[in-house]
T-cell receptor, first 115, second 117 residues
Framework: AQSVSQHNHHVILSEAASLELGCNYS??????LFWYVQYPGQHLQLLLK??????LVKGIKGFEAEFIKSKFSFNLRKPSVQWSDTAEYFC?????????????FGAGTRLFVKA | DAGVIQSPRHEVTEMGQEVTLRCKPI?????LFWYRQTMMRGLELLIY????????DSGMPEDRFSAKMPNASFSTLKIQPSEPRDSAVYFC???????????????FGEGSRLTVL
C-alpha cells in the first residue's frame, strides 16, 4: 500500500537554527509532492509543491524542499527558523496514473521554535 | 474567493446523537474530500467526490458514517449514531483537476471540531 513516512514526530529548535524535516514515500510511479503547514488552531495550507522540473522547489516563508527520486524522498528545509514557524508540517504525496485522485498524508511533524 | 467553508466549527454532542457536518467547496472545484484528524491516527481520508459523485469511500470507518454531495456547492458528512471515538477534527478540502491530473493542490476548510461525550 502507498504510504508516507515522516521521520520525526516532534522537533524543538531555537530561533535561527536550521531545519530539516524528513519525508519518504512508498510508490514506484510518478507522483506530485506537497508540504502543508498547519499553524495552531488553523487549517492546513500549502507550503510548497513539486510536480516536475527542478527537484529543488522553493515555497513561502523561506522554505524549500528537495525531491530525490532515487531515495523516494522529499525533505523540507529552512536555513533559519523563526518563532512564527511553530506549527505542524505534513508531507503529502499524490500518485499519478493510478486512476484515482487521492492525496496521502504523512503523520505530521510538530515543530516548536523557542524564542 | 471565500475559500472552503465548513460548519459548524465546533460541535459537542452526546453519544447516540446524529451529527451532520457541512461543507461548501471553492466554486469551480470538481473534487471534494473529507478528512478526519486525530492525535492517534493523523490525517485520514474518509471519502472523496468528483463532480458530485463519490469515487472512493474506502476510508469511511463504518456504516455509521455517510456522505453526500447533492450539488457542486454543498456536501455533508453524517454520523449516526455518534460515539466518543468519533471525536476529532473533520476537514473538508476541495481541488481542481486539470488535464492529466498534474495538479492536485488541496484547499482546506477551517475544520469542524467534534466532541462526542
Amino acid at each position: 500500500a502507498q504510504s508516507v513516512s515522516q521521520h520525526n514526530h516532534h522537533v524543538i529548535l531555537s530561533e535561527a537554527a536550521s531545519l530539516e524535516l524528513g519525508c519518504n514515500y512508498s510508490y514506484g510511479g510518478t507522483v506530485n509532492l506537497f508540504w502543508y503547514v498547519q499553524y495552531p488552531g488553523q487549517h492546513l495550507q500549502l507550503l510548497l509543491k513539486y510536480f516536475s522540473g527542478d527537484p529543488l522547489v522553493k515555497g513561502i516563508k523561506g522554505f524549500e524542499a528537495e525531491f530525490i527520486k532515487s531515495k523516494f524522498s522529499f525533505n523540507l528545509r529552512k536555513p533559519s527558523v523563526q518563532w512564527s514557524d511553530t506549527a505542524e508540517y505534513f508531507c503529502a504525496v499524490k500518485p499519478l496514473n493510478t486512476g484515482g485522485f487521492k492525496t496521502i498524508f504523512g503523520a505530521g511533524t510538530r515543530l516548536f521554535v523557542k524564542a | 474567493d471565500a475559500g472552503v467553508i465548513q460548519s459548524p466549527r465546533h460541535e459537542v454532542t452526546e453519544m447516540g446523537q446524529e451529527v451532520t457536518l457541512r461543507c461548501k467547496p471553492i466554486s469551480g472545484h470538481d473534487y471534494l474530500f473529507w478528512y478526519r484528524q486525530t492525535m492517534m491516527r493523523g490525517l485520514e481520508l474518509l471519502i472523496y467526490f468528483n463532480n458530485n459523485v463519490p469515487i472512493d469511500d474506502s476510508g469511511m470507518p463504518e456504516d455509521r458514517f455517510s456522505a453526500k454531495m447533492p450539488n457542486a456547492s454543498f456536501s455533508t458528512l453524517k454520523i449516526q449514531p455518534s460515539e466518543p471515538r468519533d471525536s476529532a477534527v473533520y476537514f473538508c478540502a476541495s481541488s481542481l483537476s486539470n488535464s492529466g491530473g498534474a495538479d492536485g493542490e488541496l484547499f482546506f476548510g477551517e475544520g469542524s471540531r467534534l466532541t462526542v461525550l
